[in-house]
């Protein structure tokens, strides 16, 4: 169930704040508990987070779209440069992995955020 201040915040302000992690609807409180694992509560405002707002095949369908881009990009540069296929794969692979988990917080807190703001929890579908 939303919680609201004053008045609720808009949905950019909720994608936003999801993004960097915090609750959507405070902006105060952590969203994780830990890596990729939303609080079941925020400490701040106590909203409702954890487990309400699945995500589903989306959040990998997106990252593996940036992290694509990334790598075709990495390989288009590498082979201008006329680098050795083995000295790319020992620097392409690295890169994805890191990209790959460094990309999945932010862009699971986006899609939480754009949930919430929609009321779009998995009891409302
Ligand atoms: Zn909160």
């Known amino acids: 169930m939303k919680t609201f201040g004053t008045h609720p915040p808009s949905s950019g302000t909720a994608i936003k704040r999801g993004l960097v992690g915090?609750?959507?609807?405070?902006?105060?409180g952590k969203l994780y508990r830990r890596y990729l694992d939303p609080v079941e509560t925020c400490d701040v405002c106590g909203e409702q987070l954890g487990g309400r707002y699945?995500?589903?095949?989306?959040?990998?369908?997106i990252v593996?779209?940036?992290?694509?881009?990334?790598l075709v990009f990495g390989l288009l540069?590498?082979?201008?440069?006329?680098?050795?296929?083995?000295m790319s794969l020992i620097i392409l692979v690295p890169v994805t992995l890191i990209a790959s988990l460094l990309l999945l917080p932010p862009v699971?807190?986006?899609?939480?955020?754009?949930?919430?703001?929609?009321?779009?929890?998995?009891?409302?579908?």
Do not use: A, F, M, Y
């Open 108 to 125: 699971k807190g986006l899609l939480i955020g754009l949930l919430w703001s929609r009321d779009l929890s998995d009891e409302q579908r």
């Open 54 to 61: 699945q995500v589903g095949l989306l959040l990998p369908l």
């Open 22 to 28: 915090r609750c959507p609807n405070c902006g105060q």
């Open 64 to 70: 593996i779209t940036v992290v694509g881009h990334i």
């Open 77 to 86: 540069e590498l082979s201008r440069h006329e680098v050795n296929p083995l």
